[in-house]
């Protein structure tokens, strides 16, 4: 399955989750939203979500600053 992820292109085999595509990429401590198709998916809900095949992935860390 082709991803596209915060704009660079991802191979991952089908049926992966977002949690399991989160694990894989090593960013799980850094992650606090995540957006399929512009749409927000919940925490709660990455163990069961299954991205499609061409779907964008934005997955979003919040950073401080002034």
Same mark, same amino acid.
């Given at each position: #399955?082709? $991803? %596209?992820?915060?704009?660079? /292109?991802?191979? @991952? /085999? &089908?049926?992966?989750? $977002?949690?399991?595509?989160?694990? =894989? $990429?090593?960013?799980? /401590? !850094?992650? #606090?939203?995540?957006?399929? +198709? #512009?749409?927000?998916?919940? !925490? /709660?809900?990455? !163990? =069961?979500?299954?991205? !499609? &095949? +061409? &779907?964008? $992935?934005? %997955? %979003?860390? @919040?950073?401080?600053?002034?």
């Amino acid at each position: #399955m082709q $991803l %596209l992820i915060n704009g660079e /292109d991802k191979q @991952f /085999d &089908d049926n992966v989750t $977002l949690q399991e595509i989160i694990t =894989s $990429l090593q960013i799980e /401590d !850094k992650v #606090m939203a995540a957006a399929i +198709n #512009m749409e927000i998916v919940k !925490k /709660d809900e990455w !163990k =069961s979500y299954i991205p !499609k &095949d +061409n &779907d964008k $992935l934005e %997955l %979003l860390q @919040f950073v401080g600053g002034g």
